[in-house]
């Protein structure tokens, strides 16, 4: 009997040893995705520093707050492409949405490529797409896009490609705005 004690004793410390090791690598099985979840320390970061940089227009009856950055052109003619950071305090959630204003809004895909011609690539946007996911993916990419020296970025309107970013602060205000993003859900 005694014997028996020992090695399912032994056994049984030897397992909860060794699984010790994966305790980092539980699933998550709430239900919700933590890539829109928004951070304490990041939240209180943007509402004392940064928020300053925005515009802000609440919803109340939706719960919501819209930041967009004042370096980007608030004449609403003016053909361009806009990122909005939009914050559900209740939920506790974040998102980005790409706002296209000017005649853009009226076209049902938005194609966009950066200009440096060894290195083309391309994006399609469509309008009326409220996929946060697509957004989040999109604005990654024009941001690496933006990113790099000399960066262009085209839309194709009117059977040409035309400059979207021809201000560098505007270029600016898009990757500020990812950047803040990331921080507020502690994204990479």
Same mark, same amino acid.
């Given at each position: 009997m005694f014997r028996l004690l020992k090695?399912?004793?032994?056994?049984?410390?030897?397992?909860?040893?060794?699984?010790?090791? &994966?305790?980092?690598?539980?699933?998550?099985?709430?239900?919700? %995705?933590?890539?829109?979840?928004?951070?304490?320390? #990041?939240? @209180?970061?943007?509402?004392?520093?940064?928020?300053i940089d925005y515009q802000i227009k609440r919803l109340p009856e939706a719960k919501i707050e819209i930041y967009t950055n004042t370096s980007f052109d608030r004449d609403s003619t003016k053909n361009t492409l806009q990122l909005d950071l939009i914050l559900?305090?209740?939920?506790?959630?974040? &998102?980005?949405?790409?706002?296209?204003?000017?005649?853009?809004? %009226?076209?049902?895909?938005?194609?966009?490529?950066? #200009?440096? @011609?060894?290195?083309?690539?391309?994006?399609?946007?469509?309008?009326?797409?409220?996929?946060?996911?697509?957004?989040?993916?999109a604005a990654k990419k024009i941001a690496g896009w933006l990113q790099k020296k000399e960066a262009i970025l085209e839309v194709y309107t009117d059977e040409k490609w035309l400059n979207l970013y021809s201000e560098k602060k505007q270029k600016e205000a898009f990757i500020d705005t990812l950047n803040d993003f990331l921080k507020i859900t502690a994204n990479k």
């Open positions: 090695i399912f004793g032994f056994t049984s410390l030897g397992l909860v040893l060794i699984l010790s090791f &994966f305790d980092g690598h539980r699933a998550n099985n709430s239900g919700e %995705d933590p890539t829109f979840t928004t951070k304490d320390a #990041g939240l @209180l970061f943007f509402y004392n520093v940064r928020r559900n305090k209740n939920k506790q959630t974040a &998102f980005l949405y790409l706002k296209p204003l000017g005649k853009f809004t %009226d076209l049902k895909t938005l194609r966009l490529r950066n #200009g440096q @011609l060894p290195f083309q690539d391309s994006l399609i946007l469509r309008s009326g797409a409220a996929d946060r996911h697509l957004h989040l993916a």
